[in-house]
């Protein structure tokens, strides 16, 4: 067993017992951080996948930003342990088969997908391991008009959260 | 080399669990939260497809499903404190107006 496969292992079990832990926690700040701990194994993965811009990104805006923002509105609802209801019939009978064959359907699916077209064409901007400058070059060449679309799409988000946010008078 | 299709299995139970806490979740921050995991597992899948083609679009894809993340954060978040700060509540269960 390689090192990167031992190491593939033990961030997926990392990852998948934080997503665990996301659904069995009663507390939502206890699910905030178990979201980190998926976040931060992706973010490794993503290191081992040779895409260390996505990594860091995913540190910084995930891990970083967004969970701040999280935790922040957690604190300031002064969100507390979550009432237990029981759930209805139709989702214990219907709902959660179905969910479990969602999973495994997906999983099927990408199991019998076999990868060699894919590995064979290998056409467009080819990356190795120092890949963040051609990514660079395809995000302001290729992809500059949906660039400066995600920046008015920004702009639109800030001030839709500050009109909703705002008291009224 | 680690084979794609273990990062796709990897893809697809995170993305199931996320579908699973959507649906199980009774506060609406928890259930907010469980659509960042099921973005995150896409991403991975993206980054995993963007690996085995070695093509770079999948990585563009991904840097422009956090910044939508981002911006879903935050209008999500703003619309979560205006809900509690009129129905004094988290549960979902309590704001079922247009619940049939």
């Keep these: 067993m390689s090192l990167p496969l031992i190491l593939f292992f033990v961030l997926a079990v990392m990852a998948v017992a934080g997503a665990l832990l996301l659904i069995l926690a009663r507390e939502p700040i206890h699910s905030a951080l178990a979201l980190v701990l998926v976040m931060v194994s992706l973010a490794v993965l993503y290191l081992l996948l040779g895409a260390e811009f996505i990594a860091a990104v995913q540190i910084i805006v995930y891990a970083g930003a967004v969970m701040v923002l999280f935790v922040f509105v957690i604190m300031l609802l002064n969100a507390g342990t979550e009432d237990r209801t029981h759930i209805s019939k139709i989702a214990t009978w219907v709902g959660i088969p179905l969910g479990f064959f969602l999973m495994i359907e997906i999983a099927h699916i990408f199991w019998h997908a076999r990868m060699t077209s894919a590995m064979a064409s290998g056409a467009g901007v080819p990356y190795d391991a120092a890949s963040t400058h051609d990514l660079s070059m395809a995000l302001f060449q290729q992809y500059l008009f949906p660039f400066e679309a995600t920046s008015i799409l920004i702009l639109i988000a800030l001030l839709g959260a500050l009109v909703l946010a705002k008291k009224d008078e | ?100």
């Excluded at chain 2, 659509?35 to 896409?42: K, R, T």
């Excluded at chain 2, 963007?50 to 093509?55: F, I, P, Y």
């Design chain 2, 1 to 100: 080399m680690i084979p794609i299709s273990y990062y796709l299995m990897l893809s697809a139970i995170l993305f199931g669990l996320g579908v699973v806490a959507f649906a199980f979740k009774r506060n609406i921050i928890t259930i907010f939260m469980s659509i960042e995991l099921m973005l995150n597992a896409v991403n991975l899948a993206f980054v995993a497809f963007a690996r085995s083609r070695n093509q770079l679009d999948g990585l563009v894809f991904v840097f422009f499903v956090i910044v939508v993340a981002a911006a879903e954060a935050a209008v999500g978040l703003a619309i979560i404190i205006t809900i509690a700060h009129n129905r004094r509540t988290l549960n979902v269960e309590q704001v079922n107006l247009l619940k049939f």
